[in-house]
C-alpha cells in the first residue's frame, strides 16, 4: 500500500486548505485512516481519524470544529478540510492507516503506532 499525501501549502492565519491522501495498492475501505501531524522540533501528533465508513470520527481537541476529516472509498481518497487555521496548526501533515478490524468497525485509534502505513507528508504552513 503506498498513500499520498498533498494540499499542503502557505496559507494566511484564518484562511482554509483541504489536504488529500491518495492509496493505491490496494483498496483501502475495509481500513480505518488518521491524519497526523509534526511540527519541528515536536513529536508527531494525532490530528483526526475516521473509520472505513465514515460514520464514527475523532478529532485533537486543538482542531475540533476547525478541522473535519472524510473518506471516498470509490476513490481510495481520504481528506482533511482544515478551516480557521492558526499557525500552530503549521507542520508536516502525514496520513496512515489503520488495518486492525476491530477500530475499522468502530472507534478509530488516536495512538500513532496503531497505524502501520504512512504517507510521505504535506507542509501546512500558516503565517499571521
Known amino acids: 500500500v503506498q498513500l499520498q499525501a498533498s494540499g499542503g501549502g502557505l496559507v494566511q492565519a484564518g484562511g482554509s486548505l483541504r489536504l488529500s491522501c491518495a492509496a493505491s495498492?490496494?483498496?483501502?475501505?475495509?481500513?480505518?485512516m488518521g491524519w497526523f501531524r509534526q511540527a519541528p522540533g515536536k513529536e508527531r501528533e494525532f490530528v483526526a481519524a475516521?473509520?472505513?465508513?465514515?460514520?464514527?470520527?475523532y478529532y485533537a481537541d486543538s482542531v475540533k470544529g476547525r478541522f473535519t476529516i472524510s473518506r471516498d472509498n470509490a476513490k481510495n481518497t481520504m481528506y482533511l478540510q482544515m478551516n480557521s487555521l492558526k499557525p500552530e496548526d503549521t507542520a508536516v501533515y502525514y496520513c496512515?492507516?489503520?488495518?486492525?478490524?476491530?477500530?475499522?468497525?468502530?472507534?478509530?485509534?488516536?495512538?500513532?503506532?496503531?497505524?502501520?502505513?504512512w504517507g510521505q507528508g504535506t507542509q501546512v504552513t500558516v503565517y499571521s
Open positions: 475516521i473509520n472505513w465508513s465514515g460514520g464514527s470520527t
Open positions: 496512515a492507516t489503520d488495518r486492525t478490524a476491530a477500530r475499522a468497525m468502530g472507534v478509530p485509534s488516536t495512538f500513532k503506532f496503531s497505524y502501520d502505513y
Open positions: 495498492g490496494r483498496p483501502f475501505g475495509n481500513w480505518a
